[in-house]
């Protein structure tokens, strides 16, 4: 495929994993065929979605399952992240829409990886009580039982720092706690639950799992002790605390008294081995000393108090929704952690890699993707053992708090009438996938 300086994008190694990632709360709907969970409960409070809109129908993809299937056939993708909902699954007609999901996808030649917690927690569980991880244990084993036969590649988590972050401690996502720093035991009790799904995965006979944490860079603001300081806290926060005890069985210093319970047990269940590691990338994060007011950054309210600020990121375009593009943050990533994990790291994935953009033709995606999958073939070239990249996300769909205003999608949704149009980028990925020769 070529770029518009006309050289062709290198080619990765044999049996490299190329997909398209989508969550369950996002583009099922038909909510009323499960059980609810704590995003249902959220979206329903006025003010909590910026277009007061929900996900009761969202892409219709519970219905419309086989449409979408075909699109990834169309695209050539040979592997598929899709999450179950655990709500969903509280019924046999939920894990019988699940059976169909994965028969479809093994007939159209695209291999099935789901992740088995995308958010969407049932209204009668708590991260922040030790049981639910417990509990999630034996949802995974009712999955695993269910599917294990045709799925072969699981992801325990989506992004437990975005979820305890954005979810418990700053309360702009489900459940809508503002907990700040009291919002950790979410993060340990969801850590313990990877932890206690991939025992119970293992237990069922899978050998192909991992886990998907959001990571980038943080950028110091200045050279300053105050900005340095600053910025090596929120790294710990949002990057080594979710990544040290899975690869290193601990967790950064001073941290793991904040912990509830048996830490040191419950290291030994969370630091499970792995067998990939997976890594949602979007950007960089530029980190300053405090700067006393509450800011707006990325469509998150950063309160005023906490020990750092986030700070703007200049001379990089921007997407849709102000998040700075800068694909050479994906190769600096990747070969910071290799180099600071060295044999603990097992082979890396990139589970999520995407962009919002207005419209059909969508060339600023394209740019995007481009040079992102560039940047992953330099760390790649570089060393860094990465076994597959998906692009976030097949569908427009339901963007969180967000509402219907970002558009992450390679495939248009017309959410009046649910309407499936191809947008540029997709072309675009499909017919890089073609070159590469791994289409399905």
């Not at 993809?61 to 899709?82: I, K, P, Q, S, T």
């Not at 540029?424 to 020769?437: D, H, I, K, T």
Request: proline share 6%; charged share 25%.
């Amino acid at each position: 495929m070529a770029t518009d300086a006309g050289t062709p994008i290198p080619r990765f190694p044999a049996g490299f994993l190329w997909g398209v990632s989508t969550s369950a709360h996002q583009i099922e709907g038909a909510a009323q065929t499960r059980e609810p969970s704590v995003w249902d409960a959220f979206t329903a409070e006025p003010g909590r979605v910026k277009d007061g809109s929900t996900a009761a129908v969202a892409c219709d993809h519970y219905h419309r399952h086989r449409e979408d299937v075909a699109l990834l056939a169309d695209l050539g993708v040979n592997a598929y992240r899709f999450s179950v909902s655990w709500p969903r699954t509280r019924s046999e007609k939920g894990l019988d829409f699940y059976d169909r999901l994965v028969d479809d996808l093994c007939a159209a030649g695209v291999r099935p990886v789901p992740t088995l917690f995308h958010w969407d927690l049932p209204t009668d569980l708590d991260w922040l009580e030790r049981s639910t991880a417990d509990r999630f244990a034996e949802y995974v084993s009712l999955v695993a039982g269910r599917l294990g036969d045709r799925v072969t590649k699981w992801i325990t988590l989506n992004e437990p720092a975005e979820h305890t972050l954005l979810g418990h401690a700053l309360g702009v996502h489900a459940p809508g706690r503002r907990l700040l720093f009291d919002a950790l035991p979410a993060a340990h009790h969801q850590l313990l639950a990877h932890g206690l799904a991939v025992r119970a995965l293992r237990a069922t006979g899978a050998t192909d799992i991992g886990i998907a944490n959001s990571h980038g860079p943080t950028w110091a603001a200045s050279t300053e002790a105050a900005d340095v300081e600053a910025a090596d806290f929120y790294d710990l926060l949002l990057n080594r605390l979710f990544a040290d005890p899975l690869l290193l069985g601990r967790y950064p210093d001073g941290i793991g008294e904040l912990m509830p319970g048996d830490v040191e047990a419950d290291l030994k269940v969370i630091a499970e081995p792995l067998d990939w590691y997976g890594i949602n990338y979007y950007a960089p994060t530029r980190v300053g000393a405090p700067q006393g007011t509450e800011i707006e950054f990325g469509g998150v309210s950063m309160p005023a108090g906490l020990p750092f600020s986030v700070r703007q990121i200049e001379g990089h375009p921007v997407t849709d929704f102000g998040w700075p593009v800068v694909p050479e943050g994906l190769t600096e990533l990747l070969t910071g952690f290799r180099d600071r994990y060295g044999d603990r790291l097992p082979p890396v994935v990139i589970t999520e890699n995407g962009c919002s953009y207005p419209g059909v033709d969508d060339q600023d995606r394209i740019a995007y993707l481009d040079g992102h999958v560039r940047a992953l073939h330099r760390a790649v070239a570089a060393g860094v053992d990465v076994r597959g990249y998906f692009v976030w996300s097949l569908l427009d769909n339901f963007e969180w708090a967000e509402g219907y205003a970002r558009r992450f999608g390679l495939v248009h949704v017309d959410f009046d009438t649910l309407e499936r149009t191809p947008k540029a980028s997709y072309r675009w990925y499909r017919e890089m996938l073609r070159a590469q020769g791994s289409t399905a």
